[in-house]
């Protein structure tokens, strides 16, 4: 439907995730006639529904071996679905520790697009909080966790051999939410919300005040049932846009955009308004 209403949309079908969704993808990937299987399916997909191409959502390869699958599998992908006719995307996370296991240059060759999840740096599982989407590292990071940022992701993944071009960085449309804390560098006893996020529509929370660090590129409220909630606000977005601009990538995505607030009524405060803004000035 959407295709049909904006015929110059590249509309591609995401596949896999978080959690469960990425499961399937170690065994597949392993076994030369699974893969071949799975690239055949992806490409009866694409022209079933006249859509433009697969996103690889492995999440993520757990070792050097599961790398190499990894680039296999995207070796016989790209035959099915061979540019510019088709596009050939991937989500990767920002982190080394994830993307040391893949040769990026050589998975550069097969794609058209890498989506840097360039978020959740902070969470749960770390044991002071921090920002979660910080564009620079701290100059004096309070982990190892706090030391990634989206600048550290883009030079990792340029000097490993992926063009700029081909970069897209994430923007979270949504807070993780730290309680029983003072904020970055502090420990937390709890998190609120939706599996400790906020919908970024539903930031500030009330009675909260927001503020924006210009130094490192971030954002955060402090106060009301939230605690300590790390996101990105407008400026942030600008920021984060301008980088992009200035660098070469490819652009800015949105996970996800349900969670902005209208670019229609509210302008001022729509993250991915403010990132167009950003990417286009007027």
């Given at each position: 439907?959407?295709?049909?209403?904006?015929?110059?949309?590249?509309?591609?079908?995401?596949?896999?995730?978080?959690?469960?969704?990425?499961?399937?993808?170690?065994?597949?990937?392993?076994?030369?006639?699974?893969?071949?299987?799975?690239a055949q399916t992806a490409f009866g997909l694409v022209e079933q529904f006249g859509i433009d191409g697969i996103d690889i959502d492995w999440e993520h390869?757990?070792?050097?071996?599961?790398?190499?699958?990894?680039?296999?599998?995207?070796?016989?992908?790209?035959?099915?679905?061979?540019?510019?006719?088709?596009?050939?995307?991937?989500?990767?996370?920002?982190?080394?520790?994830?993307?040391?296991?893949?040769?990026?240059?050589?998975?550069?060759?097969?794609?058209?697009?890498?989506?840097?999840?360039?978020?959740?740096?902070?969470?749960?599982?770390?044991?002071?909080?921090?920002?979660?989407?910080?564009?620079?590292?701290?100059?004096?990071?309070?982990?190892?966790?706090?030391?990634?940022?989206?600048?550290?992701?883009?030079?990792?993944?340029?000097?490993?051999?992926?063009?700029?071009?081909?970069?897209?960085?994430?923007?979270?449309?949504?807070?993780?939410?730290?309680?029983?804390?003072?904020?970055?560098?502090?420990?937390?006893?709890?998190?609120?919300?939706?599996?400790?996020?906020?919908?970024?529509?539903?930031?500030?929370?009330?009675?909260?005040?927001?503020?924006?660090?210009?130094?490192?590129?971030?954002?955060?409220?402090?106060?009301?049932?939230?605690?300590?909630?790390?996101?990105?606000?407008?400026?942030?977005?600008?920021?984060?846009?301008?980088?992009?601009?200035?660098?070469?990538?490819?652009?800015?995505?949105?996970?996800?955009?349900?969670?902005?607030?209208?670019?229609?009524?509210?302008?001022?405060?729509?993250?991915?308004?403010?990132?167009?803004?950003?990417?286009?000035?007027?």
């Amino acid at each position: 439907m959407i295709k049909r209403k904006y015929s110059k949309l590249r509309v591609v079908l995401s596949v896999g995730g978080g959690g469960k969704g990425s499961e399937p993808f170690a065994a597949v990937a392993r076994d030369p006639q699974s893969r071949e299987q799975f690239a055949q399916t992806a490409f009866g997909l694409v022209e079933q529904f006249g859509i433009d191409g697969i996103d690889i959502d492995w999440e993520h390869p757990a070792d050097s071996k599961q790398g190499e699958d990894y680039i296999a599998l995207l070796a016989i992908l790209r035959q099915y679905l061979p540019a510019p006719r088709y596009t050939l995307s991937t989500a990767l996370p920002a982190g080394e520790w994830a993307l040391q296991h893949i040769n990026l240059g050589h998975a550069a060759h097969y794609l058209d697009l890498i989506n840097l999840m360039a978020y959740d740096y902070s969470g749960p599982w770390v044991s002071k909080c921090g920002h979660q989407a910080q564009l620079f590292t701290p100059p004096v990071p309070h982990s190892p966790e706090a030391a990634i940022s989206c600048h550290s992701a883009v030079s990792y993944m340029v000097n490993q051999g992926i063009p700029r071009h081909k970069i897209v960085m994430g923007v979270p449309a949504y807070g993780r939410s730290f309680t029983g804390t003072r904020g970055v560098g502090h420990s937390f006893s709890g998190q609120a919300g939706e599996e400790g996020t906020f919908e970024y529509r539903e930031l500030p929370r009330p009675g909260a005040e927001e503020h924006v660090d210009e130094q490192l590129g971030a954002a955060y409220c402090m106060g009301g049932d939230g605690g300590f909630v790390t996101y990105d606000t407008p400026q942030t977005v600008r920021m984060k846009a301008n980088y992009v601009r200035q660098n070469g990538l490819g652009g800015l995505f949105y996970w996800t955009g349900t969670g902005d607030v209208s670019s229609l009524t509210q302008k001022d405060r729509s993250l991915v308004y403010n990132g167009f803004l950003g990417l286009f000035p007027q």
